[in-house]
């Protein structure tokens, strides 16, 4: 019912900026909460950052103070903005929605990598 696409990935310098974005369709009116998650190599997904239909957001400590989580509801869009990135930063970033009935819908995933 929702379908979700990450775009913008790529490979970064230490200290480096990358804006991923979400694209969200189909019965995106159903989504109440929308979030980052990330993998790194040999280690499970974990939770970047959320954001609810209100537009509050919440970040993981390790990347607090350096990412930002925006939304573009006109463009249905949803953003990370990712700055001072570090090596540990590198891994598969994926989008995730929530619908209302708790079940969730996420994309295929976007590679980055921070690495000189």
């Known amino acids: 019912q929702v379908q979700l696409v990450e775009s913008g990935g790529g490979l970064v310098q230490p200290g480096g900026s990358l804006r991923l974005s979400c694209a969200a369709s189909?019965?995106?009116?159903?989504?109440?909460?929308m979030g980052w998650y990330r993998q790194a190599p040999g280690k499970e997904r974990e939770v970047v950052g959320t954001i609810t239909s209100g537009g509050s957001t919440n970040y993981a400590d390790s990347v607090k103070g350096r990412f930002t989580i925006a939304r573009n509801s006109a463009k249905n869009m949803m953003y990370l903005q990712m700055n001072s990135l570090k090596p540990e930063d590198t891994g598969v970033y994926y989008c995730?929605?929530?619908?209302?009935?708790?079940?969730?819908?996420w994309g295929q995933g976007t590679q980055v990598t921070v690495s000189s």
């Open positions: 995730k929605g929530v619908l209302v009935g708790n079940v969730a819908y």
């Open positions: 189909g019965s995106i009116f159903s989504i109440y909460a």
